[in-house]
């Protein structure tokens, strides 16, 4: 979110939850309480007059657009806003395997049958998914839909999966089974299924930014649960957003920055407890075992897609694989908070008096003596 948010917001899977209606009264409900909460810890009256903000339920989370207008008509901006998050809307229909009817779904239902012709958009989406699990290594990989079943059971259960339970699943996962040929996806094994709650956020918000700028919008933050998308200015001032403190309440840091793509995965949503061992819906898909070491990945990129993805892929690979990574990626600066509370950065990030000063390549302001305004 903008001045009054932060970068965080990341759900296991990413898609609606079973019991859909339920789901998204609550997730409003949970959003306009922890908006209250981001006011009251940053210390200061929220002053929205000089931006329009819309806001709706997708993908299990809330998505929201801000938009300054300038010197264009307030009423002009909305409709734009709106007409964004239709956007965001019509590809959640599409991509979201949690919709009977969506390609995605049908795609899963024709696991080891013939190859399904798939729209443009989900294509591409595979294909950058593809893309990113072949640069980690299997650290990004959006197979990982029995695992992911397989421990939200064991979390609802409150118990830890057999090995032999895990060992089985590793058959139905990994990136090098799904098939692609012009516009048809083959899924290679039955019970095998796709999930993009690790990217298909970033990759929305990406689409909702580019039909802004073509709409001839600059100044805008798109907000896809958490995972941002930063143009343009407020006015005279960059945006300033708040990254999430793994295990406090309140910002970990906050940057004023401007277009970039910012995302953040942790281990404070949906993890349980057995036996005094926190267990993290993050899942290292190679291995079928929830991820250790970290607290939280926060990534600032060119794209939401790239910043989405790779939030999730360097918080699998932990903190030093991950840095070394993040560094060797143009364009990609990241933050790491381990489980002790340390913190550690790329070269292109520097923290300083509880604000992220973010450098060259990726352009941003410093922040004013690293406080929310």
Avoid at 293 to 307: H, K, P, Q, Y
Wanted: hydrophobic share 45%; net charge negative.
């Amino acid at each position: 979110m903008s001045e009054h948010g932060d970068a965080s917001g990341e759900q296991a899977r990413g898609g609606k939850l079973p019991l859909r209606g339920i789901a998204v009264a609550l997730l409003v409900l949970l959003a306009l309480l922890a908006l209250d909460r981001w006011r009251a810890s940053s210390g200061r009256l929220l002053d929205e007059e000089d931006v329009i903000r819309a806001a709706r339920p997708l993908m299990g989370t809330i998505f929201s657009v801000e938009v300054f207008p300038g010197g264009r008509e307030r009423a002009e901006a909305q409709r734009a806003a709106f007409a964004a998050l239709d956007l965001a809307e019509r590809l959640e229909e599409r991509i979201s395997e949690w919709i009977e009817g969506s390609e995605t779904s049908a795609l899963n239902r024709a696991a080891g049958g013939a190859p399904l012709a798939l729209s443009a958009e989900l294509l591409e989406l595979i294909t950058a998914s593809l893309d990113w699990a072949r640069r980690t290594n299997g650290a990004f990989d959006v197979t990982g839909g029995p695992l992911y079943e397989l421990w939200e059971r064991a979390r609802e259960d409150g118990r830890v999966p057999g090995a032999d339970e895990v060992r089985a699943l590793l058959d139905l996962t990994g990136f090098s089974k799904v098939r692609v040929a012009g516009n048809s996806v083959r899924l290679e094994r039955p019970g095998m299924k796709l999930g993009f709650g690790a990217i298909g956020k970033g990759f929305a918000a990406d689409r909702m930014a580019a039909f802004l700028r073509s709409a001839g919008w600059r100044d805008f933050i798109v907000d896809a649960g958490g995972n941002l998308v930063l143009s343009g200015a407020r006015g005279a001032r960059p945006w300033n957003i708040a990254v999430r403190h793994p295990r406090q309440d309140g910002p970990f840091a906050t940057c004023r920055a401007t277009d970039c793509a910012v995302a953040t995965s942790g281990d404070y949503e949906r993890f349980f407890e057995v036996d005094g061992v926190r267990y993290s819906h993050v899942i290292d898909p190679r291995t079928g075992w929830p991820v250790r070491g970290l607290s939280g990945v926060t990534v600032f990129a060119s794209s939401g897609t790239d910043a989405d993805a790779l939030s999730t892929a360097l918080f699998v690979m932990g903190m030093d694989q991950g840095l070394a990574f993040a560094e060797s990626q143009e364009g990609v600066e990241a933050l790491f908070i381990g489980d002790d509370g340390a913190a550690r950065l790329t070269s292109g990030l520097r923290l300083e008096d509880g604000g992220i000063l973010l450098l060259s390549p990726l352009r941003a302001a410093p922040p004013e003596a690293g406080r929310p305004r």
